[in-house]
């Protein structure tokens, strides 16, 4: 079946250092790819999607590029601070009209060390 | 204040006793969906619901029912719970095309004994 799979599961950097999250999708009829942050407790929230006609996309210290051709996409969290420790999801949509369903990557579980 | 809501937030029951877990949301989105999440598989879809009365399979849908009768609830039905489906569960919302941000509820944790 279809599936994403996400690398590291953990990932451990000191305060002011950069991140990256990696994720390989498997359905080439995917066209979004949003990223999710599950703090503890909670349920997940977005903090930044791609669509499959962009290449990068930037939103203050977050980055999240895409490769159609080999299927892969990255999260890039710059001057990583304390706050940013938790776990992130990257997903992988098939969005029509038909229908809309996701597959998640398993998680990396961040920590960033003060 | 635009929300998911879940009830119960903790459930602990015994094996076959059907019970319902419950899913509102307040910003009139057309699509929702159930995903439940276990450690080490990320989350994985259970079932997803484009509009009213309109149901479809996620990747995990075994031993689960729907139901869309209304645009605000979505229901997530355990018919025959089992000890597998021990886990924490999560409904989320969204407009289904064109802004597909999908909100989050705080996530029911069911333990089946």
């Known amino acids: 079946g279809e599936n994403v799979e996400q690398h590291p599961s953990t990932l451990s950097v000191q305060e002011g250092d950069s991140a990256v999250i990696k994720c390989t999708y498997s359905?080439?009829?995917?066209?979004?790819f949003p990223w999710y942050k599950q703090e503890l407790g909670k349920g997940p929230q977005l903090i930044i999607d791609i669509r499959s006609n962009v290449g990068e996309k930037k939103d203050q210290r977050i980055a999240v590029t895409l490769n159609k051709t080999a299927k892969h996409f990255s999260l890039h969290i710059t001057e990583t601070q304390p706050e940013d420790s938790a776990v992130y999801f990257c997903a992988a949509s098939e969005i029509n009209t038909g229908g809309f369903k996701t597959i998640f990557g398993a998680g990396t579980r961040l920590f960033v060390k003060a | 204040e635009a929300q998911v809501t879940q009830n119960p937030r903790y459930l602990i029951t015994v094996t076959g006793k059907k019970l319902t877990v419950t899913c509102s949301q307040n910003?009139?989105?057309?699509?929702m969906s159930w995903y439940r999440q276990d450690p080490g598989l990320g989350l994985r879809q259970i079932y997803y619901s484009m509009n009213v009365e309109v149901t479809d399979k996620g990747d995990v849908p075994e031993g689960y029912k729907v139901s869309r009768k209304e645009k605000r609830n979505f229901p997530l039905i355990l018919e025959s719970p089992s000890p597998n489906q021990t886990s924490l569960y999560f409904c989320a919302s969204s407009f289904a095309i064109g802004n597909t941000e999908a909100f989050f509820g705080q996530g029911t944790r069911l333990t089946v004994v």
């Open positions: 910003m009139n989105h057309e699509y």
């Open positions: 359905d080439s009829a995917s066209n979004y």
